[in-house]
């Protein structure tokens, strides 16, 4: 049965027309600049229709954001003024009829790397996704079925406390988390903070000059940072595998060095079986993912008549 799967972003909204474990059709289109509910509701709307040529079919729309447990409400959207506490999935659904499915884009991304014929984790029941982008991301999925906790939120991979007194982003303020030490942008700073960035530099090109003494030794710290957080997903939650996708994972080499420091932070017993891959599907993998929950939505639906 074909799915349609949404990723709504700050900046683009991609839609894509899932069927079996692959992409048929795909749209990408700017979000409507304001970010207003009801407008960027019937941009989707339009798209979905678009895809589907009116034939039903159901719809799972990714959000930046945190969800309720019942994966009704916005609980706090961070780039989206006005969404908080919105009965999301209902408007979503009034908007485009059928079934509508929502989730946060982060663990949508997980389930699509499991969902998807390419996906990293295609095959996995058991798995862990980190995204290393301008924060850090991630879901797990842990018996075939996404981890989300008693208020909806599990899985905020990027707030594990690892450092001390680093404060974390706006919609956080948590101290010494994962990404308040080694998400995109704290390294960013830390590298200004270093005299590191020129001007107009980014951390791409940081990474290209990682030969130099001080860039070397900037990335150095990032590198076991980011070690010493995998090797924690590894002893909490015992995956088949992590996958790590995101902006920082394509640098050059990146993720082999990466890889290379995570054994020595990861308990003996642990070792053996340790696996780290590259995601597969990059902006991809949230499309799927939507398709996933729109698939089982509508089978829970129809099993409970
Ligand atoms: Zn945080």
């Not at 719809?59 to 969404?83: K, Q, S, Y």
Request: charged share 20%; proline share 5%; aromatic share 4%.
């Amino acid at each position: 049965m074909k799915a349609i799967g949404v990723d709504l972003g700050g900046h683009n909204i991609a839609a894509g027309l899932v069927a079996g474990g692959s992409i048929e059709a795909k749209l990408d289109e700017p979000t409507e600049p304001a970010r207003k509910p009801g407008s960027v509701i019937a941009q989707i709307a339009r798209m979905v229709r678009t895809l589907s040529g009116g034939e039903e079919c159901p719809v799972g729309v990714c959000i930046p954001g945190g969800l309720d447990a019942a994966r009704e409400n916005a609980v706090m959207v961070t780039n989206f003024a006005g969404w908080n506490g919105l009965p999301i999935r209902r408007m979503l659904e009034d908007a485009i009829g059928g079934c509508v499915a929502i989730e946060n884009d982060a663990n949508a991304y997980a389930l699509g790397e499991g969902f998807a014929d390419a996906g990293a984790a295609k095959g996995a029941d058991d798995y862990v996704m980190v995204t290393l982008g301008t924060g850090i991301g991630g879901g797990v999925v842990m018996g075939g079925r996404l981890m989300t906790g008693a208020h909806g939120m599990a899985g905020e991979l990027g707030h594990m406390v690892l450092g001390h007194d680093e404060p974390c982003g706006p919609g956080c303020r948590g101290l010494g988390h994962f990404e308040a030490l080694c998400g995109a942008d704290a390294l960013e700073r830390k590298a200004a903070e270093m005299g590191l960035m020129g001007a107009g530099n980014s951390l791409k090109d940081l990474w290209l000059r990682r030969g130099e003494p001080g860039v070397a030794a900037f990335w150095d710290t990032a590198l076991e940072n980011l070690a010493r957080g995998l090797a924690s997903l590894v002893h909490i939650f015992d995956p088949e595998l992590l996958v790590v996708g995101g902006g920082l994972s394509k640098g050059k080499n990146f993720m082999a060095l990466l890889e290379e420091r995570v054994p020595k932070y990861v308990g003996e017993p642990f070792r053996p079986t340790l696996k780290i891959r590259p995601s597969l599907l990059d902006t991809d993998a949230p499309i799927f993912g939507g398709a996933c929950c729109a698939l089982s939505l509508l089978s829970r639906r129809r099993s409970s008549g």
